[in-house]
């Protein structure tokens, strides 16, 4: 007979390529006091953990479950949108709480400056080359900010496109809301010096745990280094690169394993590639975990067991697979943010099963948001935001899409585009001349002549703009003439307030108003009524306005013969060849997806991209330095129309075109 082992049956497990967490249910229910309570706020709050002795808290603030690798409580957290705290409690002995909720709703006033919020895209740090520096404030909010160190003003300097920075900065801005509310200056610190590469040749010293000969079947593999760094690992004994797999988090092992892998510090020196071979025991034995507490399973599991009788019988090894669902869903969005002609209906969508939520004014979206359902129709410019969380709740990271719009799409057609004073809204295209405008219908390819005996106030057509509701603006020798969708039109002259006969250029503010260009001032209209007139007295550069374009933020830019004015609506700044302009006769203005102001002059094109300015010229690939039209296309291509021919910019170059 053999030996009695007693009445315990001894389960051995084996856990391939996961980690398990051995738990053991809490009879006593231990708690944290979070203060302030959950509930509703018109301020941001701070929140703090009341423990008793010797306890601890982690939590997440992204919706994730929390777990003993979530952020332990030490220091107040703070809350400035609505945001769910989850957290689990761990008393004096180890024994972990269950799972915790504490939901904060943070609703501000409209007149809170906590309501505006700028972000830095990217944020401060350290770089090893020159970079664009995006801020995004509050939907209708005008960004301000300075690279000197000094707090900005509403003097200073308005965010109109990405600020490039090649030197050690610091970047200070604040939001200001149309009602004049005010965000607190915040401020972002980029270092570009290269002293750190210059003093630290030393490459960095990457370790795994646990060794080959340390390694049990189940465990995860840690890879670290002595100093920070990036680390980048093969599981199959190929030669790792910066472009092999890159160490995020412990790992397991799901056979056999030849491990290589590598670091890289801040400074560029690279470790050398360190190899650990790994056996991985397939099957459990007598030497395996024994089983005695139940198991919690938080990652895909290859369980095997067997158990042993007190008479050590033996049985055949068991498998049992269990499969967690750990993937976010994925969003698709039609059209993408981009430059549009408004209106533009966007379509969102996910898994079936899945639940969209979103919001439209640039804040973060949470599960108290709103659920996308139909399409969105956007006519003004938006910020939209939004994630998917399925039926297990795997969020999806936050997507964000910026949509702008121009006053008319430039489309491309059989031979290229139409260069002449012209607009279309996908269904007619009308195209300016010397004596009266061509009015197409795309689809049916017909055509008709509209001169003054039908209602034009003058013949030679300079520049023509639709606005929001698809109202056709014609700015001609002898004023302006709107011919309205419904049908009817009228004109606006001089009677009506017109500081001079002829109108040059045009262009809509975000508002729908519109602002006129003349050889005397720039003319701000609404319907039939001039609201303003602004001269060089004012603080245009110039009288005469050539050119008119409007950005996102409802800055005015103005093309003039003595060089380019902005008003914001309320500060101009000038620029003047001195600045940067290849020469102070800016006779076009455009804006592309980036926000880059695009100058054409009689010497060539200049780009602004915020804080410096490029010109490009003949050498560069222009046909001609003599630039007529400028336009930036749906697909984010640039057209230019110069003396010499068409050309594109398209993938940082330029392109000559066949003109039509």
Request: glycine residues 10%; aromatic residues 10%.
């Amino acid at each position: 007979m053999k030996p009695h082992r007693g009445p315990a049956i001894l389960l051995f497990l084996i856990f391939l390529g996961f980690s398990l967490f051995f738990h053991l249910p809490d009879a006593r229910s231990l708690d944290a006091v979070l203060t302030p309570p959950p509930g509703t706020y018109h301020k941001a709050v701070s929140v703090r953990f009341v423990l008793p002795a010797g306890a601890s808290a982690h939590f997440t603030l992204d919706g994730t479950e929390p777990s003993l690798n979530s952020p332990a409580f030490s220091s107040p957290v703070d809350i400035e949108e609505n945001t769910v705290i989850r957290y689990i409690t761990v008393d004096v002995s180890g024994i972990i709480g269950a799972v915790k909720e504490a939901f904060y709703r943070i609703d501000l006033p409209e007149s809170s400056p906590d309501r505006l919020l700028t972000v830095a895209t990217p944020g401060g740090g350290h770089f090893s080359g020159g970079i664009r520096v995006k801020l995004e404030g509050s939907v209708g909010a005008a960004v301000y900010y300075t690279m000197d160190g000094s707090d900005p003003d509403t003097g200073s300097p308005v965010f109109t496109s990405p600020v490039l920075l090649t030197s050690d900065t610091i970047l200070k801005f604040f939001s200001m809301g149309r009602d004049g509310t005010r965000e607190p200056v915040r401020s972002e610190r980029y270092s570009f010096s290269l002293s750190d590469r210059i003093v630290d040749m030393t490459p960095p010293e990457p370790t795994v745990t646990p060794s080959p000969e340390e390694y049990k079947t189940g465990d995860l593999v840690h890879l670290k280094a002595d100093e920070k760094c990036e680390l980048y690992y093969t599981l199959d004994g190929s030669n790792p690169t910066e472009k092999s797999i890159k160490y995020k988090k412990p790992f397991p092992l799901r056979g056999n394993t030849v491990l290589s892998f590598f670091a890289v510090d801040r400074a560029h020196n690279r470790s050398g590639t360190h190899v650990a071979t790994y056996v991985v025991d397939t099957e459990p034995g007598l030497d395996s975990h024994t089983y005695n507490v139940p198991l919690v399973l938080d990652h895909n599991t290859v369980l095997k067991y067997f158990s042993v009788d007190r008479m050590d019988n033996r049985e055949k090894v068991k498998t049992a697979e269990y499969t967690f669902d750990s993937t976010p869903p994925k969003t698709t969005v039609t059209p993408p943010g981009g430059e549009y002609r408004p209106p533009v209906s966007v379509t969102l969508g996910t898994e079936e099963g899945a639940v969209i939520h979103y919001t439209l004014d640039g804040s973060a979206p949470d599960t108290d948001s709103p659920v996308y359902s139909n399409a969105l129709t956007f006519k003004i410019p938006t910020i939209l935001k939004f994630f998917a969380v399925d039926r297990l709740g795997n969020k999806e990271a936050v997507q964000t899409h910026r949509y702008l719009f121009i006053n008319g799409v430039w489309r491309k057609y059989a031979r290229g585009v139409f260069l002449l004073p012209s607009v279309t809204d996908g269904h007619t295209l009308w195209m300016g001349s010397e004596t009266g405008l061509v009015v197409y219908t795309i689809g049916s390819g017909s055509r008709k002549f509209v001169g003054q005996r039908e209602g034009l106030s003058g013949g030679k057509i300079n520049d023509m703009v639709l606005d929001e509701k698809d109202d056709l603006w014609i700015a001609t020798e002898a004023g302006i003439t709107v011919r309205k969708r419904a049908g009817e039109s009228f004109n606006v002259g001089t009677k009506q307030g017109l500081p001079s006969r002829e109108v040059i250029s045009l262009g809509v503010d975000i508002d729908n108003s519109i602002w006129a260009g003349t050889k005397n001032g720039v003319a701000h209209i609404k319907g039939d009524v001039v609201l303003e007139v602004l001269k060089k007295k004012d603080g245009l550069l110039d009288d005469t306005v050539l050119a008119i374009a409007v950005d996102a933020l409802g800055n005015k830019w103005f093309g003039t013969r003595k060089g380019l004015s902005m008003f914001t609506g309320s500060k101009w700044r000038n620029f003047t060849r001195e600045s940067g302009l290849a020469k102070n006769e800016v006779r076009t203005v455009a804006l592309d997806s980036l926000w880059n102001v695009w100058c054409g002059t009689p010497d060539g094109i200049s780009v602004f991209d915020g804080a410096n300015w490029r010109t490009y010229r003949r050498k560069d690939g222009l046909p001609s330095n003599v630039i007529i039209l400028i336009a930036p296309d749906i697909d984010g291509e640039v057209w230019v129309a110069t003396r010499g021919g068409v050309a594109r910019f398209t993938g940082g170059r330029w392109v000559r075109e066949e003109s039509p």
